[in-house]
């Protein structure tokens, strides 16, 4: 085995780490309403489609600002990502990643929201970031007589 082919296979494990890292992230920002690590895992002019149901946004501070708006309208999210499937091209990749979001929201109480997101990342000066995040909403589900009986968000009498 060369040391090109070794250093390029070294080089795809760890682009792989870092994206999947990024998808975590985004999910723990939205989560934890964390203004900063959701600003770091974007590169400038990064456009985030959220489609009808959420809007569509481009630029770090019009996505920083759409974040204020659902934390608004959804004090509590809770994101699971799970199955991404990432093609890495040298400093270009891109990735699907399925979506599963039980949120509070202030008008229609719990709800549970599926989806598939499709992203594109740029590594730039040795920096993996979305350049693009579009959202395939499957369902926004409220949930009926859905009520936390224990742990932070539960309901208190």
């Keep these: 085995m060369n040391v090109q082919t070794l250093d390029s296979r070294l080089d795809a494990l760890e682009s792989r780490f870092a994206l999947e890292r990024l998808i975590a992230e985004y999910a723990q920002a939205f989560d934890s309403h964390d203004e900063k690590l959701l600003h770091s895992i974007w590169h400038e002019g990064a456009l985030l489609s959220l489609g009808d149901a959420f809007g569509n946004f481009e630029g770090v501070e019009a996505i920083l600002e759409s974040a ?9 999210m ?7 499937m990432i093609d890495i091209d040298g400093d270009t990749a891109t990735g699907r990643a399925a979506v599963d979001c039980l949120c509070t929201h202030v008008e229609l109480g719990p709800v549970q929201i599926s989806g598939l997101y499709h992203d594109r990342f740029e590594r730039r000066d040795g920096r993996w970031a979305f350049v693009e995040r579009r959202f395939d909403l499957h369902f926004l589900t409220p949930l009926v007589n859905w009520t936390p009986v224990a742990g932070s968000e539960s309901v208190k009498s």
Excluded at 68 to 76: F, S
Excluded at 78 to 84: D, F, L, R, Y
Aim: net charge positive; charged share 10%; aromatic share 12%.
């Design 68 to 76: 204020r708006l659902n934390w608004q309208k959804m004090p509590h």
């Design 78 to 84: 809770h994101h699971w990502m799970a199955n991404p």
